[in-house]
């Protein structure tokens, strides 16, 4: 007799009414468990059964996770979650930016909303001055208190809560604009600037620069 047919022969056999407690020979099933009841679905015996309950000290620290943290600062967003949503401001989280241009011959006024889309630009050109009197000091005031009243018209003097300041360029401009965000004119928008920056280019490396004018 050969060896795998004795071996064969030495297995136990199982008992009538009751399930074999370990796998056949040579083969790769899993043994079958005695304890299973007959209720029991394959996914209970795969995944478990229901988690057991946590105790009361786990429930009345869940006030203090994380999620309810956020929404503890997030008050806009936990009433759309709960379905009485509140209007949130456009400028809630990016303000409005005005942009101030200055350089030798003229003066750029843009104002954009907080997605950077331009609703107003304007410049020295646009109220009258022409050819070298766009680099004026007189220009550029003009120029900036005819945007202040454009904004005041469109009706952004109630929508704007939030301002960015963004100046550029060394020009007549540049002081022109500020002084009249500083009159009365300006009185509406200069209280809500909560950022100023300086967006001027500094030139490094590059070509060479043109000669300078002699005369």
């Known amino acids: 007799m050969r060896p795998l047919t004795r071996l064969a022969a030495l297995r136990p056999l199982p008992r009538a009414g009751a399930l074999p407690i370990h796998a056949r020979w040579l083969s790769q099933t899993t043994a079958r468990l005695e304890g299973r009841s007959s209720t029991e679905s394959m996914l209970q015996s795969i995944y478990g059964g229901a988690p ?14 994380m999620v309810f943290d956020s929404f503890a600062r997030r008050p ?35 104002f954009t909303l907080p997605n950077k889309n331009a609703v ?67 009185a509406f928008i200069r209280d809500k600037i909560v950022r100023v920056t300086d967006a001027t280019r500094i030139k490094y490396a590059g070509t060479r620069s043109p000669p300078k004018r002699r005369l």
């Open 120 to 186: 107003l630009s304007l410049a020295c050109g646009n109220v009258g001055f022409k050819k070298s009197r766009r680099g004026t000091f007189d220009a550029a005031y003009s120029l900036a208190k005819y945007a202040l009243e454009r904004l005041v018209y469109m009706g952004y003097a109630t929508k704007v809560n939030r301002v960015e300041l963004s100046l550029r360029g060394f020009g007549q401009g540049r002081d022109a604009t500020i002084k009249a965000l500083m009159s009365p004119e300006g």
């Open 76 to 110: 806009a967003e936990r009433g759309v979650m709960m379905g009485n949503a509140q209007p949130v401001k456009e400028d809630s989280y990016e303000p409005y930016h005005l942009h101030i241009y200055a350089h030798k011959h003229n003066t750029h006024v843009t």
């Open 52 to 65: 057991a309950s946590q105790p009361q000290d786990a429930l009345s620290n869940l006030s203090k996770s």
